[in-house]
DNA sequence: AAGATGACGCCCG
DNA sequence: CCGGGCGCCATCT
C-alpha cells in the first residue's frame, strides 16, 4: 500500500540523531523526493511523535517564526545544539544520512 | 479549473 | 549580509 512522500520524509526526520541537525532539502533528497523541501514542511506540521525542531533551512538557519521559532530555539539547546543568531553551525551539528546505498565511487 | 500559500532553495546584484 | 526574483510542489480557496 502507497505510504506517501510524507511518511518517507518523517520516517528520515526521525533517523536525525538527538544533538543533530538537517535541512529540509536534505531531508527531501534523502527521503527520495529531492526538490520537494516544501512538502517536508507539511509532513512536519501533520507528523506526530517527530523532531521537528532538528530540521532547518538551507545553511543552518532557522525559519520559523515567533513563538514557533523561540520553541525550536529552546529545544536545539536544549539538546545541546549552539545557535549563533540565527542560525546553527552545520560544520559542528549537521547530520550527514547515511547514503542509501552504493558504496562511494 | 485558476490563483494564492508557504517552517524552501538557489542564483544574482 | 540583504533584498529580489524565479523555480518547485502539495494543499487550500
Do not use: C
Not at 6 to 24: C, E, Q
Not at 29 to 34: F, I, K
Amino acid at each position: 500500500m502507497k505510504e506517501g512522500m510524507f511518511t518517507d520524509m518523517l520516517a528520515t526526520v526521525r533517523r536525525i540523531p538527538k544533538g543533530r541537525v538537517s535541512t529540509y532539502g536534505e531531508v527531501a533528497t534523502a527521503s527520495g523526493h529531492p526538490g520537494a523541501a516544501r512538502q517536508v514542511v507539511w509532513a512536519l506540521r501533520a507528523g506526530k511523535n517527530v523532531p521537528w525542531h532538528r530540521v532547518l533551512g538551507a545553511g543552518g538557519r532557522i525559519r520559523l517564526t515567533g513563538e514557533s521559532a523561540l520553541e525550536q530555539r529552546l529545544r536545539l539547546q536544549t539538546e545541546g545544539v549552539t545557535i549563533t543568531g540565527d542560525k546553527v553551525d552545520l560544520k559542528r551539528f549537521h547530520h550527514i544520512f547515511k547514503p542509501a546505498k552504493e558504496p562511494v565511487a
